[in-house]
């Protein structure tokens, strides 16, 4: 009972909070590039705005096109019901597998590739091609960590890896598994300096998406950001959240310090975004290969820490 | 023969401060497939009048070449010289001469939206035909694809790019104009000097400065007035004050984040500075033929010394943001160095000299360096230069009036500027004072040829900062 209620509040909470931390992060490049910057609920604004306009369609598109920005919202929707934000032991715990979600956020880009390629139009395609791209590249990464924490927590469910880390030593392969998950998160969310931005800003309008559509696939993002943030703190910034079967004041401090730490991370996004020279598709794979480096290397330590199975 | 040679022995018109030469159809197609060797006089432009077709070379000296136009034709001088095309397809459009030999037929500006055609002619043609889609050359070869952006929401204003890439690599980019095409040089025909003036001013705003500069100094060479030292020298700090901002524009065009930020910052403030010198933002129509149309006030230079001591305490922050941008802009968009600048060294159109116009041509002259950060660290060199250049003549205006009256005279006139992206060149023929025939070159017909070498063979992902690194004004073309 109390995992449903848990649930029932993370769902509001994630739901609410996907478009603020975008929100959140525009307010802060904004402000470190000496703009004044759009308010925190500008996304909610832009996305109800979005679902007023009467999409338009390409001529080449299919059902397929229309139906992949359902696709996409259905997978982000599940992927942020699974990981935790301010307790742990939700009803959806036992389902939350890095295996799982690592696997539900690769469908949703693989969605989206597929819209991208359905349009028909030389932007779409190209969209399509980075993401197909980033993904092979980051893949080897996120899966060369999630063997390492799973043999270091001997299961690769959220909880459990979570319950491990915060309780076990913070030794090498922590910092390598830590390091190349952020890279790939950061990687995949942060703000590129894609090619086709010749004429659009937003790679989901290269793939032909517009009106309530548009909306659709611009939340998945959000949400699909912010699940992927959200594994992050909970692997490997655990403090605060609630134990499983813990009360109401426990989980006040929970949302308190998940707020906290992807507010905190979201202005790093946002500082990384205004200050560094953003991230070319054509550097992405040598990033994206130091993070499978990275990641090689904790899985290597994890096994040679425990010696002979 | 030589070019200049060639073109010296015609018989010289009566043009001012330079004469015109008035060639032979023959002589004409002599100089036109003489090849353009190094030390031959440089290629500038080329343009019309009802009857003639004038190209513009320029050595120690400018020199002008026309010739008559006959059956409506005159000899195209693309084949010899790549740069002439778009001025052929521009002359064709907008006077209807037929360049004999052209290498390229298609139009320019005119897309088939205009009512008339040949609207510069002695008799426009009213235009029933309906619009065709423009062509583009594109490329052929297995596996590439094309990728349309613009004239809306692309990068570069009212300007159609149509890239052929083969992935992520680009084969080809092609510029497409005629989507804001004003018919400028048709409004400044037969109004007198001062509207004509205001027309020329408005031709592209980050240069309207040197625009109007240009304009005046042929009129004022048409009408045989000078304009007195103080409206010179005033000339000469708009004209530096629209460089610096103009280059802070393209720098924070072509940076991100917080470099970004600086740039436009300075750049708003010379703006405001601007403003408060000389009462308005981009100091439009405010260079007048016959001198200035405002004086400068102790209380303007103060404001504009105090921009110049902001982007002095800024200079090292600017090196350091170029030097962060290293990895993405060195060795890529290479293209050719740009055309040589003539204004800043001919001792009669710019009466002051540039301390750093000489390092900055060397570092334009080498053709290996000419990428996106020999472009950017050039524009923060000019910018250097042009604010020592301020500050000696802020401190050294001389005193006197600001300008002259220009009497309705009737003559031809020749005028350049030294503008942020090169030499922007002005031809007038005046008749009682009112504008008869001219012509606006601006340092922009060199761009599109520039955009589509550099961006050849670079990657897509490249293609805006390239872009930006040139910033092609397409506004100057569309005249």
């Known amino acids: 009972m109390t995992g449903l209620l848990t649930l029932a509040l993370h769902a509001a909470l994630m739901l609410a909070a996907a478009p603020v931390l975008a929100g959140l992060r525009a307010l802060v490049r904004a402000r470190l590039s000496g703009r004044a910057g759009p308010t925190l609920l500008q996304p909610w604004r832009d996305l109800e705005r979005l679902l007023r306009k009467q999409p338009v369609l390409p001529e080449a598109a299919s059902w397929l096109f229309t139906a992949a920005p359902f696709v996409c919202l259905a997978v982000a929707i599940a992927a942020a019901l699974l990981v935790p934000s301010f307790t742990l032991g939700m009803a959806t715990a036992p389902l939350a597998d890095l295996v799982v979600l690592a696997g539900l956020l690769a469908a949703g880009r693989f969605t989206l590739a597929l819209a991208g390629y359905e349009s028909g139009t030389a932007l779409g395609g190209m969209g399509a091609s980075r993401i197909t791209t980033a993904a092979v590249c980051g893949e080897p990464a996120t899966l060369l960590v999630i063997l390492a924490l799973a043999a270091l927590a001997r299961s690769s469910n959220l909880d459990t890896v979570s319950a491990t880390l915060r309780d076990g030593p913070r030794g090498l392969s922590w910092i390598a598994a830590g390091a190349a998950l952020a890279i790939v998160g950061f990687t995949a969310i942060g703000r590129r300096d894609d090619g086709p931005a010749l004429t659009l800003v937003d790679p989901a309008i290269a793939l032909g998406y517009s009106g309530r559509y548009l909306a659709m696939v611009a939340y998945a993002g959000q949400l699909g950001a912010l699940a992927a943030l959200g594994v992050l703190v909970a692997l490997f910034l655990p403090f605060g959240i609630a134990a499983s079967g813990a009360g109401p004041l426990a989980w006040a401090v929970g949302v308190a310090a998940w707020m906290l730490k992807m507010g905190a991370l979201g202005v790093c996004l946002a500082a990384l975004d205004a200050i560094g020279p953003g991230l070319s598709p054509a550097r992405a794979p040598a990033v994206l290969g130091i993070a499978a480096a990275l990641a090689f290397l904790a899985a290597v330590v994890v096994f040679a820490g425990q010696g002979p199975v | ?479």
């Not at chain 2, 090849?35 to 077709?53: C, I, T």
């Not at chain 2, 059956?71 to 010899?80: L, T, V």
């Not at chain 2, 052929?140 to 992520?168: K, N, Y």
């Not at chain 2, 100094?217 to 007195?228: I, L, W």
């Open chain 2, 1 to 479: 023969m030589t070019l200049a040679s060639l073109i010296r022995a015609g018989a010289a018109q009566p043009m001012r401060p330079w004469p015109r030469y008035l060639l032979t159809p023959k002589a004409w197609r002599a100089m036109a497939q003489t090849d353009a060797g190094g030390s031959e006089p440089a290629f500038l432009g080329l343009w019309a009048d009802a009857d003639h077709a004038h190209a513009l070379f320029v050595a120690e000296s400018p020199l002008l070449a026309s010739v008559r136009i006959e059956a409506g034709m005159f000899e195209a001088m693309s084949p010899a010289r790549p740069a002439a095309a778009l001025f052929e397809r521009m002359v064709h459009d907008l006077w209807g001469h037929l360049p004999g030999n052209g290498v390229d037929p298609r139009p320019l500006l005119d897309q088939g939206h205009w009512p008339v055609l040949r609207p510069l002619s002695a008799r426009p043609a009213p235009n029933a035909a309906p619009a065709e889609p423009p062509e583009f050359v594109g490329a052929t070869g297995r596996d590439l694809h094309q990728i349309p952006s613009g004239p809306v929401g692309g990068v570069m204003e009212a300007m159609h790019l149509r890239l052929t890439a083969a992935g992520e690599t680009v084969v080809r980019l092609e510029a497409g104009l005629g989507y804001a095409h004003r018919g400028i040089l048709a409004l400044m025909r037969g109004k007198p000097l001062h509207a004509a003036a205001a027309l020329a001013s408005r031709i592209t705003a980050d240069s309207t400065v040197a625009h109007a500069i240009a304009f005046a100094r042929a009129a004022e060479a048409a009408a045989e007035v000078e304009p007195p030292p103080r409206g010179q020298a005033l000339r000469c700090v708009m004209a530096e004050l629209e460089r610096i901002a103009s280059h802070l524009s393209d720098l924070a065009a072509a940076a991100q984040g917080l470099m970004a930020a600086r740039c436009g910052d300075l750049r708003e403030n010379v703006r405001v500075a601007s403003h408060a010198a000389f009462g308005h933002r981009l100091m439009m129509d405010r260079v007048v033929p016959g001198g200035v149309a405002a004086d400068l006030t102790p209380a303007g230079i103060t404001a504009l010394s105090a921009a110049l001591d902001r982007i002095a305490a800024a200079a090292p922050a600017l090196q350091r943001g170029l030097y962060l941008m290293k990895g993405q802009t060195v060795g890529v968009g290479i293209c050719r160095p740009a055309e040589p600048r003539i204004a800043r060294q001919m001792p009669d159109t710019a009466s002051y000299s540039r301390p750093s116009a000489a390092t900055a041509e060397a570092a334009m002259r080498e053709p290996s360096a000419n990428d996106v950060d020999a472009r950017l660290r050039l524009r923060l060199r000019e910018i250097h230069g042009s604010t020592g250049l301020l500050r000696k003549l802020l401190a050294r205006l001389p005193p006197g009036p600001v300008d002259v009256a220009v009497p309705d005279a009737t003559g031809e006139g020749l005028g350049v500027a030294d503008g942020a992206r090169g030499d922007v060149w002005h031809w007038l023929r005046l008749d009682a004072g009112a504008v008869a025939a001219n012509f606006a070159r601006d340092p922009g017909w060199l761009d599109l040829p520039s955009i589509e070498a550099a961006c050849r063979s670079a990657r897509l992902s490249d293609i805006p900062l390239i872009l930006r690194s040139i910033n092609p004004a397409s506004a100057s073309l569309e005249l």
